[in-house]
């Protein structure tokens, strides 16, 4: 949990003392649109204004704040210190840097995931011993590495899979019908059924909170104060609507995005980002194009049938759990579930066949049958024991020519017939 939220009256605000505000505070205010100070002590991102009155925006704001595990953290700048701040008794100038933190128990880099670090601009982001870690110096706070996360590992204020799902939620209960996104240096006001969520970045922005929230509102926007903006919000943001659009029946209007219909069921999110997308993916379903999804996260993966020795390495190792095995009218079947899987690549590199690719996918949240095979019953004491495929592999991976009647005996009936075979080779017969 981050520190309470304090709520305070606009006269109130003069009197707050510098270096007392670390965590989140809502300013209640007669006319938001003109508080435009901002402490020196603190972080944009822990300001937010509301209009007096406006308890319902205030309630989802109160709601949001309250679980906010993030918050900016001070690093020493190089710039130096000022002959008012050297007789202040300060060593050095800090500042306060919205960086991001890992949750390793999300994270999935110890699979081969490096999406956050490709993504990240600024090199803030590297991976040792197979976890992620941050320079908070080097961060330009985007967020990019946050939307790009397939799993929600990694969170900042304002971008965290908590704090978003609980303003979504709330603000849908309280019948906000529009959402926008924007970024914590607009101070434009939010009127009538329109929530504004505030980010670092709009590039803080990944195809799941977008269609989580398409899902619970009318419309969705965004909005960038700054068009020139050094972190480029706005290009990742157009290129998110697009691919979007390209799958998904909606209607785009420049920086707006309209659903034509309504899902009959609106999700509840709980904040595990793959489990909430593919709720809200399900939701959308019913207005899903049926096209390759390219720049959504959402894969397939291609099982060479020639290759594929059905070993279950896959089922077994998928950190996701994208694989399944079962058992169809009598024969073992391998099952994929395009909605679980983040395309982390980790079964590609784990298959001993080199049988499997991983491709952009479409919406289909059902199993989807990728390898059939054939029971292999042990010809001695009929005990099923392996596949068909795994029999066939084996032979070729050890070079074994023809058919030998042992290939096809369970381990035990195997060493049977190799003692018994062992006794006929070297028993001589008696005089």
């Known amino acids: 949990m981050g520190e309470k939220v304090r709520i305070i009256n606009e006269e109130d605000l003069g009197k707050l003392k510098e270096g007392g505000n670390a965590g989140p505070m809502v300013i209640v205010a007669n006319q938001p649109e003109i508080v435009s100070r901002r402490l020196k002590s603190s972080h944009p991102i822990n300001l937010y204004v509301v ?80 976890s992620v870690n941050v320079n908070p110096s080097k961060c330009i706070e985007c967020g990019v590495c946050v939307s790009e996360c397939p799993t929600g590992a990694l969170a900042m204020a304002g971008a965290d899979d908590e704090e978003y ?12 019908r529009r959402l926008r996104f924007t970024c914590i240096y607009d101070e434009s006001p939010s009127s009538g059924d329109e929530f504004t969520y505030k980010l670092p970045c709009i590039a803080s922005v990944g195809p799941e909170w977008l ?21 480029k919000g706005l290009d990742k943001v157009k290129g998110l609507i697009d691919n979007l659009a390209k799958v998904i029946n909606v209607e785009v209007n420049g920086l707006t995005i309209k659903v034509p219909k309504e899902p009959e069921n609106h999700p509840t999110y709980v904040g595990l980002r793959r489990s909430d997308y593919s709720n809200a993916l399900k939701a959308m379903k019913h207005i899903s194009k049926g096209e390759v999804a390219q720049g959504l996260k959402i894969f397939n993966v291609k099982i060479d ?33 395009p909605l679980k899987c983040v395309g982390c690549g980790y079964c590609v590199n784990a298959c001993p066949e080199k049988a499997m690719n991983i491709e952009p996918g479409v919406i289909n949240d059902e199993w989807v049958v990728k390898v059939k095979d054939e029971v292999v019953r042990c010809r001695m004491c009929g005990k099923p024991f392996d596949t068909l495929r795994h029999i066939k592999a084996t032979k070729a991976r050890l070079g074994i020519k023809g058919d030998p009647e042992w290939l096809y005996l369970c381990p035990d009936c195997r060493r049977y017939y190799t003692a018994k075979q062992m006794l006929k080779a070297n028993l001589k017969p008696l005089n």
């Open 51 to 130: 209009k007096r009155g406006d308890e319902k925006r205030l309630s989802v704001l109160i709601a949001q704040l309250r679980v906010r595990r993030v918050n900016p953290v001070p690093i020493t700048e190089d710039n130096a210190l000022t002959r008012r701040e050297f007789l202040m008794g300060r060593l050095s100038k800090v500042k306060l840097v919205n960086a991001p933190v890992v949750f390793s128990e999300s994270c999935i880099a110890r699979y081969g995931c490096t999406r956050c670090v490709d993504s990240c601009p600024s090199g803030a982001l590297t991976i040792k011993d197979k």
């Open 165 to 176: 799902t609980v303003a979504i939620n709330e603000a849908s209960r309280a019948g906000f």
């Open 211 to 231: 269609t989580m929230a398409l899902t619970l509102f009318n419309e969705v926007s965004f909005t960038c104060p700054n068009e020139s903006c050094k972190l």
């Open 305 to 337: 049938n020639d290759k594929c020795s059905f070993c279950g390495v896959c089922f077994a190792k998928c950190p996701l759990k994208a694989f399944d095995v079962d058992n169809t009218q009598g024969l073992p079947t391998l099952k994929f579930n």
